[in-house]
């Protein structure tokens, strides 16, 4: 029987690679060239860790993780390779699993609000400057202190709309806004938005016990974000996504310690887009959030081609090294390979530079914690085959798959409750009604006497804009605090609040 108190990984010569449980929450790296073997690698760990009742999430960025949702298929290569690693049990089958979507067509939609992702976040995300982002910041904290939802992007551009037409008068308390910055950002929101972000902004928002389930049996069940769509659309929206999800598993799980095994492990594929990119205070959050989520009790094992895309601080961090071949056709190529040697405990059977470049399809390099946390020597593997389906389903599967979904009808609807768009709307509506209209200016002809204004077909009061409204309105109750106004301020991730000593 398999141990379920061990993360079986692969082996050779007989004689199988385990990881104790425990270390699961200390976070781990896969790592390899395109065709190397990284998806099934993580395929493995996912069925070892759903088999010992941890839930798994992960981003399905091929297409070819949704093969977990159905049961392998029998092969003479697999028992082959399970004699030749030394595997105690192999049993076909299909494990528990949920689809998500951001745009709700592969999977149960997946939904954030504007709020809970926060100014840091979407500043990242919009790739704003240092003035783009203190005008941001200002935004969030003038929807605090007037009570305002900020929930989708309507949300957010109706405050940044009002915030520009009324700059001189927010100036002393909320800092200098300046027309073009509003402008930019704006520019910024609808480039997200036709990358699909207003499918993702929104309520019913994504709660996090959702992916932290197990089936009857015990087993944990497998949430599989499809990220083909959203990462030829908007890589960095998946990418800050991700992040999101982190923080806010930061933010809301209590401490457990140090547990047997972990209550939820989190795959982040693609990883490198994470940290391309990111200004050095999120990389000093991420980093923070790597370091203590696993006193959380969750793992983050990060997926990429390079283990240099990953920073020293974080990489530092990771205890499960699992190297597929690199290839070291340039200089730079190289430079890599030397990197990723240099990551492991040495082996003195192996000389892990030369091996590096000689591993086949499915072969890898391990490193892993022993029961003293400490880093094993590196061995050279063979992975396990799955349990489960190599490849992609059927449309018919899928649709099958999603028919007997848990979330069935959970986060279907879009929700649409008074936010900052509404509550806007309708003061620019109070005022426009109540406002007196203003006397027509007398004419003279060209012989003095005073000429009667035309008849209107329309014998209403002419109305104001909405814009002027909001003006007029919203700028009374800047400074004041509104009666009926709940007092206290959104609550948001670490990852998406207003970090102390940030104007």
Not at 60 to 75: E, T
Not at 350 to 363: R, S
Not at 381 to 406: D, K
Not at 462 to 478: D, F, L, N, P
Request: net charge neutral.
């Amino acid at each position: 029987m398999m141990d379920m108190n061990q993360i079986f990984i692969g082996g050779a010569n007989g004689e199988g690679l385990t990881m104790p449980a425990r270390s699961g929450n200390r976070h781990g790296l896969i790592a390899g060239a395109t065709g190397t073997g990284k998806t099934v690698t993580l395929q493995v760990l996912a069925e070892s860790f759903s088999r010992m009742g941890v839930p798994v999430f992960m981003a399905d960025v091929k297409g070819d993780l949704a093969g977990l949702a159905q049961p392998g298929n029998p092969h003479p290569k697999i028992d082959e390779r399970r004699k030749t690693i030394g595997m105690p049990q192999y049993q076909q089958r299909a494990y528990p699993v949920v689809f998500w979507d951001v745009f709700g067509e592969a999977g149960h939609p997946v939904r954030a609000t504007i709020s809970e992702m926060g100014p840091l976040l979407l500043s990242s995300l919009l790739e704003l400057n240092d003035t783009q982002e203190a005008v941001l910041y200002a935004c969030f904290s003038l929807a605090d202190d007037n009570g305002m939802l900020l929930l989708d992007l309507k949300d957010l551009r109706a405050m940044l709309s009002w915030m520009g037409d009324n700059a001189r008068e927010l100036k002393s308390e909320y800092g200098n806004i300046t027309p073009t910055s509003i402008a930019s950002i704006q520019r910024r929101l609808m480039v997200l938005e036709e990358q699909g972000a207003d499918r993702f902004f929104g309520e019913p928002a994504l709660k996090l016990e959702d992916l932290m389930m197990t089936d009857f049996s015990g087993t944990g069940v497998i949430s599989i974000l499809d990220a083909n769509r959203l990462m030829t659309q908007s890589p960095r929206l998946y990418a800050m996504l991700l992040l999101w999800l982190l923080s806010e598993l930061f933010e809301q799980l209590p401490e457990v310690g140090d547990p047997e095994k972990p209550r939820l492990v989190f795959f982040f594929d693609e990883a490198h887009l994470l940290f391309d990119t990111a200004p050095k205070p999120l990389l000093q959050k991420i980093e923070q959030v790597v370091r203590l989520i696993r006193s959380k009790g969750v793992g983050v094992y990060f997926i990429t081609q390079n283990p240099t895309d990953i920073p020293d601080d974080v990489l530092g961090q990771l205890g499960l090294r699992v190297q597929h071949a690199l290839r070291a056709f340039t200089p730079r190529d190289q430079k890599a390979v030397d990197a990723a040697a240099e990551t492991f405990r040495p082996n003195p059977e192996i000389d892990t530079k030369t091996v590096i470049t000689q591993l086949g399809v499915g072969e890898a390099l391990v490193s892993v914690l022993d029961e003293k946390k400490a880093p094993t020597p590196v061995r050279r593997v063979l992975i396990c085959p799955p349990e489960s389906r190599i490849g992609v389903l059927t449309i018919e599967e899928r649709a099958g798959q999603l028919s007997r979904s848990p979330m069935k009808n959970r986060y279907d609807e879009v929700l649409d409750r008074e936010s900052a768009y509404e509550m806007l709307k309708q003061r620019a509506e109070t005022e426009a009604a109540d406002a007196p209209q203003a006397p027509e200016p007398e004419q003279k002809s060209p012989w003095g006497n005073i000429l009667k204004p035309s008849p209107t077909p329309s014998k209403g009061r002419t109305r104001q804009s909405v814009g002027e409204a909001i003006v007029k309105s919203v700028a009374r109750s800047i400074g004041s605090q509104i009666g009926n106004q709940i007092g206290r301020r959104v609550v948001r991730g670490i990852l998406g609040s207003i970090f102390k000593g940030k104007v």
